[in-house]
């Protein structure tokens, strides 16, 4: 979950917000909810935190400045601004601080909620990135990859190196599609090549096939999935993408060489 910082010396709209807001679909949950600036920058000295939400105009310490103590800290924080002033010199000042969005009061709790999901998606592909640019460095420093079937063995680093935004691009677009029947064809028509050139360059770069990773990823997926005890494993072969329950089995038992059940009761 993403952690949400809130600030609003209005108590109505502070508490409007933390209610009516859906932020566990959002998947972001508020660790601090507080009516002034200085309240917020006591939060941040012990609790990191992904988006920050803030009236722009509190007593003492502007959201305006709260927000530049932040992003000091936080330099990746994503920022909204809640504001009832229209005035242009806000706004400008809102767009240095490199803000999602201004929401005018009163709020329109769909526009904030859209801005949420754009901010959501956004980190979302930063985290892939982040593992993506992990694994990369890894193959090049010659370790294995922590997968399963340990596949990766760090060979043909000069194709990864000129190829390496393309791999991480790839290895970021199969963990985000690992519930979904994902094919070479459909990685190659996103990046707009053939399915046989994307296919070698990646073999070189990882010394595996693309089925061959995809496979190793859903499988690691599962592993992690099968120790929450209050999902079915029916219900963790569908977040990794197989609907056949009984190719998902032969396919996690030449992985782990045990049934999911076994693994599971194992844990």
């Known amino acids: 979950m993403y952690k949400v910082l809130i600030a609003d010396d209005e108590t109505l709209d502070l508490e409007g917000m933390k209610t009516f807001i859906p932020w566990e679909s959002l998947g972001m949950e508020i660790v601090g909810a507080v009516t002034n600036g200085f309240s917020a920058c006591e939060l941040i000295e012990t609790q990191k935190i992904d988006v920050l939400v803030t009236d722009v105009n509190m007593p003492n310490m502007s959201g305006l400045e709260l927000a530049k103590r932040v992003k000091e800290r936080f330099h990746d924080v994503r920022i909204v601004f809640v504001s009832g002033y229209k005035d242009f010199q806000y706004v400008k000042e809102a767009l240095s601080l490199q803000a999602y969005s201004y929401v005018l009061k009163p709020m329109n709790e769909d526009e904030l909620i859209q801005s949420l999901e754009r901010i959501r998606r956004d980190l979302d592909d930063a985290r892939m990135r982040e593992q993506a640019e992990h694994e990369v460095r890894q193959m090049l420093s010659g370790g294995a990859r922590p997968a399963p079937s340990a596949a990766i063995d760090g060979k043909a680093a000069d194709g990864i190196g000129k190829n390496g935004k393309l791999i991480q691009e790839m290895i ?6 690992l519930d979904q029947p994902l094919t070479l064809k459909e990685v190659a028509d ?3 090549f053939s399915p046989n050139y994307l296919g070698q360059i990646f073999k070189e770069a990882t010394g595996q096939t693309f089925h061959e990773y995809l496979v190793a990823l859903r499988m690691e997926k599962a592993g992690e999935l099968l120790r929450d ?8 072969a569908y977040r990794v993408g197989y609907r056949y329950m009984p190719y998902f089995s032969k396919q996690f038992k030449e992985t782990y060489r045990m049934t999911p059940l076994e693994f599971r009761n194992g844990q």
Do not use: D, Q, T
Request: aromatic share 12%.
């Open 172 to 177: 970021g677009m199969m963990r985000s599609g």
């Open 190 to 192: 996103r990046f707009s």
């Open 229 to 236: 005890p209050k999902l079915r494993i029916y219900e963790v």
